[in-house]
């Protein structure tokens, strides 16, 4: 069955360096995925979306990487802050939002 | 204003009782999700309504009974409650069911079945 799984349940990060969190999927069909950020005790709130015509996409401080050859998504967080720290999901999007574990983000002081 | 909005945030309960949880969303979405979100954190779709109607339907025990009264709320009732049941439960809304739409989450309502 369809499936979008995280290589890391757990990154450490020192605060001021670049995360990366990755993750793999398992559906070639899909061509839509989102990051989650899921703080405690709060909701998974959307950070970035990349369609699968593109291999990135830039926000503010977070970029996704897109390699559909190997299924695999990245999210690179730039200059990593206090408040970067949450569980992080990908999420492929079809007729319904499938989830992957999450990684959780610790941020080092 | 809170975009979802879920009641009550927490609930204990004990074995065997029938519970409900509201959620109401005033983003003018017309699809509404449950989700669960269990003891390791991972997120599985549990229903979905567009306009008001039953899209999806994951595999959840038929205690589990969603209901939509309009397009604005989908409220979630559980019957038999077991100790299985408990986990976060959260609500979202998008715009559509299409491809490439975002889902608003609520902020949870953490079911404790004791």
């Known amino acids: 069955g369809e499936s979008v799984g995280l290589h890391l349940p757990t990154l450490s990060v020192q605060e001021g360096d670049n995360s990366i969190i990755n993750c793999a999927y398992s559906n070639s069909a899909s061509d839509y995925f989102i990051w989650y950020k899921q703080e405690s005790g709060k909701g998974p709130q959307f950070i970035i979306d990349?369609?699968?015509?593109?291999d990135k996409r830039q926000g503010q401080r977070v970029t996704v990487l897109l390699n559909k050859t190997v299924k695999h998504l990245s999210l690179q967080i730039a200059a990593t802050q206090p408040g970067d720290s949450a569980v992080y999901f990908c999420a492929e999007r079809g007729d319904k939002i499938i989830f992957g574990k999450g990684t959780r983000l610790h941020i080092l002081p | 204003d809170t975009a979802v909005s879920q009641t009550p945030k927490y609930l204990v309960t004990q074995m065997g009782n029938d519970k409900s949880i509201k959620c109401e969303q005033n983003l003018g979405h017309d699809t509404m999700y449950w989700y669960k979100q269990d003891s390791k954190k991972f997120l599985k779709i549990m229903f979905s309504y567009n306009n008001k109607e039953l899209i999806i339907n994951e595999t959840v025990p038929n205690r589990f009974s969603p209901k939509s009264p309009d397009k604005a709320h989908l409220n979630l009732h559980i019957n038999s409650l077991e100790l299985g049941d408990s986990a976060v439960y959260f609500c979202?809304?998008?715009?559509?069911?299409?491809?490439?739409?975002?889902?608003?989450f609520g902020q949870g309502t953490r079911l404790t079945v004791v």
């Open positions: 990349i369609r699968s015509n593109m």
């Open positions: 979202a809304s998008s715009q559509g069911n299409g491809l490439r739409t975002e889902a608003f």
